[in-house]
């Protein structure tokens, strides 16, 4: 039986609910509040399945913030759903477009499907997975013109969903190996479910379509009418999707979009004309500069770091290894900056002697280029001083170099 089932339905919804209501107010811990449901008499499946929303809810907030705790959750459906701030981004394409409806198809747990209609737009979510559909249609159960199905996508009509009042399509297909497989990631987008080829292809019948896809995928992989954005959230990347020409408002081409806690977006897309699966442009190679910037990896993915160079008057340390470089780099939601203090051979006794003299007592050590151990590295230079210090392992002028410095603040 599924591990939700006991939690969908009366009494367990409401011994969830309370018990949620208390957890809120006085947390206490989940094992032993797993001991007293049980010694109370609930029985032991239903005790089990409340303890286990409980947790999944508390894991959530991380992604979805304080309506986690309203969510029901499976730990697959949590791990692949899809955050929040990002899904609202996503829902805000379909309504920018004048879409109406829109099918979910693949939709997990629903982050995605409650971002949109969160926003006003009916929905029809398909999962072939009875939890994942069962956790989805609790979380749209407050939302009239949603419905959920259990099937698989690659049965459905399309034309026949146009019928229905589709107009939109949302795919994030699954890119993890079952866990039974050990829960490995799936590189090939053909071998993701459903295939991303037959999601693209939706697009010939319903014109509106939107796919997650993992950050890695190649640009050839692009429809070159389609735009690709690159999304990070604090600087972690967390996703790309491809947005076909009617949710494409910035035209073809590729961008990348970051996004911090406090809701603040910053953007850089291609150029106009540039098609989808065009290769990222080549930066130039520069001089190290007095700083030394490290992109955001949506910044590096998108391939926009040509364009964040030029904008900010920077090159790159190296060919292919993404440090900008340049006098006086101006302060940028797009990177982190360091000040360089000094530059040595990439040996514990060099780079120790140059912490000594700015009396570093702890170090953040990044490497692009060069195969180093970071953990081995720091052990190795025995710090003894009060002050912070970074390093950075990289090429210089073709060598193996420790570019030591110290991190600029971001609003100076
Ligand atoms: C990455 S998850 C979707 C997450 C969702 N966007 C969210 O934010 O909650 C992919 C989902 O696709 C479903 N799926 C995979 N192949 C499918 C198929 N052929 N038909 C229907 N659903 C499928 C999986 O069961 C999984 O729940």
């Not at 993890?176 to 987008?189: E, K, N, V």
């Not at 000094?342 to 050590?365: D, Q």
């Amino acid at each position: 039986m599924s591990t939700l089932t006991p939690v969908l339905s009366s009494p367990g919804w409401e011994l969830l609910e309370s018990l949620q209501a208390r957890q809120d107010t006085t947390p206490v811990s989940l094992p032993e509040l797993a001991g007293a449901l049980r010694s109370s008499g609930v029985p032991a499946e239903l005790a089990a399945a409340v303890v286990t929303q409980l947790a999944l809810r508390r894991a959530a907030r991380a992604k979805f913030g304080p309506i986690a705790s309203h969510m029901v959750f499976t730990r697959d459906g949590l791990e692949q759903a899809t955050r929040l701030v990002v899904a609202a981004r996503h829902a805000q394409r379909f309504r920018d477009a004048g879409v109406r409806r829109v099918a979910d198809l693949g939709c997990g747990i629903g982050a995605d499907s409650v971002a949109i209609a969160g926003l006003g737009m009916g929905v029809l979510a398909v999962d072939i997975d009875p939890e994942a559909a069962q956790a989805a249609a609790a979380n749209l159960r407050d939302f009239d013109d949603a419905q959920v199905r259990l099937g698989d996508v690659m049965d459905l009509d399309i034309a026949e969903l146009a019928g229905d009042g589709v107009d939109a399509i949302f795919a994030d297909p699954a890119r993890r190996t079952g866990a039974a497989r050990g829960s490995s990631r799936i590189t090939d987008p053909e071998r993701w479910s459903p295939p991303l080829s037959s999601a693209l292809r939706w697009a010939q019948t319903i014109s509106a379509v939107g796919v997650k896809v993992a950050p890695g995928i190649a640009y050839d992989r692009i429809p070159p009418t389609w735009h690709a954005q690159w999304v990070s959230v604090g600087g972690d990347l967390v996703e790309a999707s491809l947005w076909s020409p009617p949710l494409a408002p910035e035209g073809p081409g590729r961008s990348c979009l970051l996004l911090d806690e406090t809701g603040a977006a910053h953007g850089i897309s291609s150029r106009d004309g540039q098609e989808a699966n065009a290769p990222a442009e080549v930066v130039d190679v520069v001089p190290l500069g007095n700083t030394i910037a490290e992109p955001d990896p949506a910044v590096i993915r998108s391939g926009m770091l040509a364009q964040l160079a030029r904008l900010v008057g920077a090159g790159i340390v190296s060919p292919s290894i993404a440090y900008l470089t340049g006098d006086d780099l101006p302060a940028s939601p797009f990177y982190d900056r360091f000040e360089v203090l000094e530059v040595t051979n990439l040996r514990a006794k060099a780079i120790s002697a140059a912490l000594r003299t700015l009396n570093a007592g702890s170090v953040e050590i990044k490497k692009r280029g060069a195969d180093i151990d970071p953990d081995a590295l720091r052990k190795s230079l025995k710090l003894s001083g009060v002050g912070q210090a970074t390093v950075i392992a990289t090429r210089v002028d073709g060598r193996h170099r420790a570019i030591v410095c110290r991190r600029l603040p971001a609003n100076l």
